[in-house]
């Protein structure tokens, strides 16, 4: 690089921070366009709006309401995917958006039934109803125009169930995945005769629902009994969903508005400032702390960061992303992994001067060392958030998005924005190798020789888990302290005398709640412009519902007809449990797979996921022991753990497969391999794990009650992190690499 080309580079960084630091403070326009303020945020931030619909129905049935629960949330996922749909009462449905204000417009989507036909391929005259264009069936005339001409066969009040499951194939003894059809008596003649009809001249029967059409089965012979079967379901779960739809087509059950209201941040006002100022400290910490670690590459490293940071607020804006507390989990995984990248470059160009190397080799060396780790690190924990971005739901979706984002920023500010402004401050004269540092000659420690103690302390930490959730599940049936999200509650609504601001609320409110009910698991929301607010707390019965009735009464003067209380779901359903269940289970299974695929060896992914799998369950079991609240955010938290433990493991692999290309040469033997590997990657892991710890501690220290919650998990899995990757990864692959050269010796004999 030449010296005009260095200050040029040097010049365009000083002005992409100047307009990065405008972009998020100020933003462009009058309505400050890409500025942080404008950043998307969920319910627990933010607030947004709150509709209540009623069944017309007096009784509706419990599949009824969870069908048409089910159904609504998908909807609402349009909005936004962190849209909570849950049952209130016997007959009510609670949905709330964020960031939407416009309860009439959802109304009109959301009020109705879709409405459910089954259509024939053809009209009386031979002419097409909907074709197949490829990927997907499409209408060839407007629905009103194919019900008009007598074209649908079957209405949804034709449909009695339907059911969705896997079944025998008798001709193959596998298994297949179907909706099976119970039709009522109207149906039965209908079907009978539409099949008969489609059998004779080799039609389909479309099924079609709320502007679509949704499956095209072949009729394979007429069906006179009422009962059908549509197969070439690719799974148990596209079956269930189909029948689902069915269902819920096939329902008489109307809603209609009963109340709807914009409401304030579940968290409270503070909950936003308090981040954002604990993030602003944290980071200030964080890269005074590289700057005295790594003196001028650690200049670099806060340059890059703080560029990093501009980026990710100024690309959720851009990519309108919704900011919720996973999100936030999110962004502070992809800076752990961006100071990570900074400190393995940083770590590598010390160990290259400490080799005899100029600084201009060391620098250039440096990078090219550093870049496998970086790579496989990072396309690991993307390849992560990739899986949970295509099959998770809400908050999982919202965090794998968030992180994959950031990924993409933090490796391109180590491998590119480091790069160019380090090379261009050697251009320029910064040269002398006391401002890069030279890595200290450490002697080999053996953390092999200490494995059998490790292994012991891992398994005790590891059997706490099921231990601690078995000893409270006896004890008061509940495994885990399930937060609002998970067990569902009580909604209570009450009107003050005057309009209290969420400070107020935090401060005179929750703790009077929170007497009443002996539980700190408490979320308030204020209705805004009004007097009203939302108060949501574990299940009441009826004595403690008339406690907190007359506390609100003594201790605010609230008119006690101005208190209504109900019961109310889980906001996370067990879909969307499943959902993120399988989505971590297939994501590690990827992870695995890639890893072995680079590394060459599956012992260094069995090694990998057993780690990871240790990590979890360590914070489980804290979890279990220590009555956290489980909620969104555990979520959240396990994902992050997940992420940040694959990671951390990766560094040292890749270490251990540098050093094993040499072991013929240096006449090492494997535990020597492994020691000096950790020995060598050491310094990047305490100084990773403690930056990223700093992050979290900050948020912790300064942030509101639901804060700390969610950031003392996830402090204690960094720990638990830094612990599994210096002395369980290294010392498991070693094992199961000593056990099979063990095997093939004997073969060889």
């Known amino acids: 690089m030449k010296k005009n080309q260095s200050i040029l580079v040097l010049v365009a960084t000083t002005l992409l921070i100047g307009l990065l630091a405008f972009t998020t403070i100020v933003g462009f326009g009058p309505t400050g366009t890409g500025a942080a303020r404008n950043i998307k945020t969920g319910l627990e931030l933010s607030g947004g709006v709150s509709i209540t619909y009623q069944a017309k129905e007096e009784n509706p049935g419990s599949e009824e309401m969870q069908d048409t629960i089910s159904k609504m949330q998908k909807r609402v996922e349009n909005y936004s995917e962190e849209a909570q749909v ?19 417009a959802i109304l009109e989507e959301l009020g109705k039934p879709g409405s459910l036909y089954f259509i024939s391929e053809k009209d009386s005259q031979g002419n097409l109803n909907y074709s197949w264009n490829g990927s997907n069936y499409i209408l060839q005339k407007d629905i009103s125009e194919i019900v008009a001409d007598g074209s649908v066969v079957l209405e949804g009040s034709d449909v009695k169930t339907a059911e969705g499951g896997g079944q025998k194939d008798p001709n193959t003894n596998s298994t297949e995945y179907v909706v099976m059809l119970e039709l009522n008596d109207s149906g039965k003649e209908k079907f009978a005769e539409a099949t008969g009809k489609a059998v004779q001249s080799g039609e389909s029967i479309g099924i079609y629902y709320d502007g679509e059409i949704i499956s095209a089965p072949n009729v394979e012979s007429k069906i006179e009994n009422g009962s059908a079967v549509i197969n070439g379901m690719e799974s148990v779960e596209e079956a269930q969903n189909l029948a689902s739809t069915i269902r819920i087509g096939s329902l008489k059950l109307e809603l209609e508005e009963i109340r709807s209201n914009v409401v304030g941040a579940q968290l409270g006002e503070e909950a936003i400032k308090t981040s954002l100022i604990a993030g602003g400290i944290g980071l200030a910490i964080v890269i005074l702390f590289m700057i005295w670690a790594y003196r001028v590459p650690g200049i670099v490293a806060g340059i890059s960061l703080v560029i990093y940071t501009g980026l990710e607020l100024v690309l959720l804006n851009a990519f309108d992303l919704t900011l919720t507390l996973p999100g936030i989990a999110g962004i502070i995984l992809s800076i752990g992994m961006a100071v990570d990248a900074n400190v393995i470059i940083y770590a590598r160009i010390k160990e290259e001067i400490a080799a005899g190397r100029s600084v201009r080799q060391a620098i250039k060396s440096g990078f090219q060392k550093a870049l496998s780790a970086i790579l496989d690190g990072n396309i690991t924990t993307l390849i992560a958030a990739a899986v949970l971005g295509m099959m998770g739901t809400g908050s999982v979706k919202g ?141 009441l019965d009826r004595e403690e519902r008339e406690a907190l009735n007359q506390a ?185 690499k000593s056990r099979a050269m063990k095997k093939e010796n004997v073969k060889k004999k």
């Open 552 to 736: 609100l009464v003594e201790n605010f003067q609230v008119d006690d007809s101005l208190i209504s209380a109900e019961s109310i779901s889980s906001t996370v359903s067990s879909e969307m449990r499943r959902d993120a269940f399988i989505a971590v289970v297939v994501a590690t299974i990827c992870m695995l797979i890639y890893i072995w695929f680079r590394f060459k060896d599956i012992r260094f992914a069995s090694s990998a996921v057993l780690a990871l799998v240790h990590d979890v369950l360590v914070v489980l079991a804290f979890y279990a022991l220590f009555r956290v609240s489980v909620g969104n955010a555990f979520i959240a938290c396990m994902l992050t753990i997940v992420g940040y433990s694959i990671n951390a493991t990766i560094v040292i692999f890749d270490r251990i497969r540098e050093n094993m290309q040499g072991v013929s040469k240096k006449k090492l033997d494997l535990k020597e391999v492994v020691n000096l590997s950790i020995t060598q990657t050491l310094t990047r892991s305490i100084y990773t794990s403690l930056t990223t710890f700093i992050m979290i501690a900050v948020l912790y220290v300064i942030g509101v009650a639901a804060i700390r919650e969610f950031a003392l998990p996830i402090m204690v899995g960094i720990v638990c992190g830094a612990y599994s990757s210096v002395c369980i990864t290294g010392a498991l692959w070693y094992v199961l």
């Open 86 to 104: 849950y049952q209130e009462g016997s007959n009510r449905i609670n949905i709330e958006i964020p960031g939407v204000n416009d309860a009439n």
């Open 399 to 539: 965090f794998a998005m968030t992180l994959a984002l950031g990924i993409v920023l933090s490796m391109f500010t180590a491998l590119v924005v480091s790069r160019l402004i380090i090379n261009a401050l050697f251009t320029i004269g910064v040269r002398d190798e006391k401002w890069y540092g030279r890595q200290k000659t450490r002697k080999t420690i053996d953390f092999l020789g200490k494995r059998k103690i490790c292994f012991i302390i891992s398994l005790i930490l590891v059997l706490l888990a099921p231990v601690g959730m078995g000893i409270f599940a006896a004890k008061d049936g509940k495994a885990l302290n399930y937060s609002l999200e998970f067990s569902g509650g009580t909604s209570t609504n009450v009107t003050f005398n005057e309009e209290l601001s969420l400070s107020d609320i935090d401060n005179k409110v929750k703790p009077v709640v929170q007497s009443v009910t002996g539980d700190a698991n408490i979320q308030v929301q204020k209705v805004v412009n009004s007097n009203a607010a939302i108060i949501k707390t574990r299940e």
